[in-house]
């Protein structure tokens, strides 16, 4: 689903916002494996998934690490570089063909500054971001390689189908050899 339609169905926004959203709002067509935003840089724009699967990525050892998965009807963005206005220690990748608008931050916060259903999209957003990763760090520190890949198969099929086994593997926190084990034993 497009940006527009999205936010008008899901958050009801007017349609004096979403007009100054789309004037703002850049679309752009990503080949798998483009790198849409480098880890280690600044970005002051949230990325909404149309169509397709990225993942967030940091640097580790000189690895590139999976953080997160984004797909379809998701915001994506470094919550550091956005909110904080510093250089995020995280990238974006497309694992597949991928369609993305990219929205300014400033337009968000600019009509946020007298629109509420501007500040619940904020909120939604944010809140998405903590969820997601606040049940990564309890899932890394509290549960199994083998639980964590349960939990991914129940709750994400899509992504064990959609995405590299490497970059499962980094998610989850083990090996690719590990994660064949895990795999196996089903």
Do not use: C, W
């Not at 510093?86 to 009509?111: D, N, Q």
């Amino acid at each position: 689903m497009q940006l527009i339609p999205y936010l008008k169905t899901t958050f009801g926004l007017t349609d004096d916002l979403l007009e100054h959203l789309e004037q703002v709002a850049v679309t752009k067509r990503y080949l798998k494996k483009d790198i849409i935003l480098d880890a280690a840089h600044y970005s002051r724009k949230v990325f909404f998934i149309e169509q397709g699967l990225v993942r967030m990525f940091y640097y580790k050892s000189g690895k590139a690490i999976t953080h997160y998965f984004f797909s379809e009807q998701t915001f994506a963005g470094g919550t550091e570089s956005v909110f904080y206005n510093k250089k995020s220690m995280y990238g974006i990748e497309a694992l597949e063909p991928s369609i993305i608008t990219l929205i300014p931050f400033y337009a968000i916060a600019e009509l946020a500054s007298h629109s509420i259903a501007m500040n619940k999209l904020i909120q939604a957003i944010l809140l998405q971001a903590l969820i997601g990763f606040s049940a990564r760090l309890q899932s890394l520190q509290f549960e199994t390689a083998q639980e964590r890949y349960h939990k991914l198969m129940e709750q994400h099929p899509d992504i064990l189908l959609r995405a590299p086994l490497g970059d499962i593997a980094s998610y989850l926190g083990i090996s690719q050899q590990t994660l064949s084990v895990i795999r196996s034993q089903r």
